[in-house]
Nanobody, 117 residues
Framework: QAQLVESGGGLVQPGGSLRLSCAAS????????MSWYRQAPGKERELVAS????????NYADPVKGRFTISRDNAKNTVYLQMNSLKPEDTAVYYC??????????WGQGTQVTVSS
């Protein structure tokens, strides 16, 4: 069955960097738009960044523009989120999402990112 497994989260100081990875299996990864969402305590889940199936187009939430970069490797069935200049307000559980024309959608289990000194 379809599975998304995130990794790369952890504790980092403000101004630091992290790279999240999401390994996909059980579906045709190259056909899906891939996204990263996050959910902070007491807040709703929000879209962070997305990338189209072939990687030709990306989209970012305003708070992360210029700091985060989403990319994918369809040969490795993996999507990445490079996070630079991290701020305490970036602290959240980060989730990987796969979406095929809103017909099929899968979620990962999430990885915790904590930005604190």
């Amino acid at each position: 069955q379809a599975q998304l497994v995130e990794s790369g989260g952890g504790l980092v100081q403000p101004g630091g960097s992290l790279r999240l990875s999401c390994a996909a299996s059980g579906f045709t990864f190259s056909s899906y738009t891939m996204s990263w969402y996050r959910q902070a305590p007491g807040k709703e889940r929000e879209l962070v960044a997305s990338i189209t199936s072939a990687g030709g187009s990306t989209n970012y939430a305003d708070p992360v523009k210029g700091r985060f970069t989403i990319s994918r490797d369809n040969a490795k069935n993996t999507v990445y989120l490079q996070m630079n200049s991290l701020k305490p307000e970036d602290t959240a559980v980060y989730y990987c999402n796969a979406n095929y024309r809103n017909y099929f959608q899968y979620w990962g289990q999430g990885t915790q990112v904590t930005v604190s000194s």
